[in-house]
T-cell receptor, first 112, second 117 residues
Framework: GENVEQHPSTLSVQEGDSAVIKCTYS??????FPWYKQELGKGPQLIID?????GEKKDQRIAVTLNKTAKHFSLHITETQPEDSAVYFC???????????FGKGTRLSVIA | GAVVSQHPSWVICKSGTSVKIECRSL??????MFWYRQFPKQSLMLMAT?????????EQGVEKDKFLINHASLTLSTLTVTSAHPEDSSFYIC?????????????FGPGTRLTVT
């Protein structure tokens, strides 16, 4: 089955700097890669996703890149703000009605 | 759009009692719903997948007789923790996925914190 690895587990950046979180997956049939932000005591919130037919997607300060050959995808947050502080999870899913497989999460701290 | 609600947001119960958690998709029809469990500072652990009108598919190691899942309609799924024990204390999160243009995205509820005393 699918296995998703996520790095780093914790990340601290100064306000205004960029943050990058990387994930790798094992199943070459995976075709959907979402990223979730989870704040303390709340459920995960979908912030951006990418499908296997594109290599990059951007939404304001957030971007995701996908390298299908290397089977890895990354989340890029630019101009970080204190409210970006949270735990971020990557996930992957292969075709069909299979559930998402999550990475272990990255705790991002943006220092003002 | 794509809002998923959960009720209650938190619950405290005594050992041996049962607790029901509701998950609703408010603005779309959820053909598939997922139930996750999350321990502090850990990732989400999938417990089961349910399709509307069908029996849930449980992940290995999850007791189906203890965690009863019902997905009777396209907007509602329930998780009942039966004969709860303190080790069942956790953060339970549901997630829903629809059809058509929403067949890829999976949206999460706000979670339910269960404490068993």
């Amino acid at each position: 089955g699918e296995n998703v690895e996520q790095h780093p587990s914790t990340l601290s950046v100064q306000e205004g700097d960029s943050a990058v979180i990387k994930c790798t997956y094992s199943d070459s049939a995976s075709n959907y890669f979402p990223w979730y932000k989870q704040e303390l005591g709340k459920g995960p919130q979908l912030i951006i996703d990418i499908r296997s037919n594109v290599g990059e997607k951007k939404d304001q300060r957030i971007a995701v890149t996908l390298n299908k050959t290397a089977k890895h995808f990354s989340l890029h947050i630019t101009e970080t703000q204190p409210e970006d502080s949270a735990v971020y999870f990557c996930a992957a899913r292969s075709s069909g009605n299979t559930p998402l497989v999550f990475g272990k999460g990255t705790r991002l701290s943006v220092i003002a | 759009g794509a809002v998923v609600s959960q009720h209650p947001s938190w619950v405290i119960c005594k050992s041996g009692t049962s607790v029901k958690i509701e998950c609703r998709s408010l603005d779309f029809q959820a053909t598939t719903m997922f139930w996750y469990r999350q321990f502090p500072k850990q990732s989400l652990m999938l417990m089961a997948t349910s399709n509307e009108g069908s029996k849930a598919t449980y992940e290995q190691g999850v007791e189906k007789d203890k965690f009863l899942i019902n997905h009777a309609s396209l907007t509602l799924s329930t998780l009942t923790v039966t004969s709860a024990h303190p080790e069942d204390s956790s953060f339970y999160i549901c997630s829903a996925r629809g059809e058509g243009t929403q067949r890829y995205e999976q949206y999460f509820g706000p979670g339910t914190r269960l404490t068993v005393t």
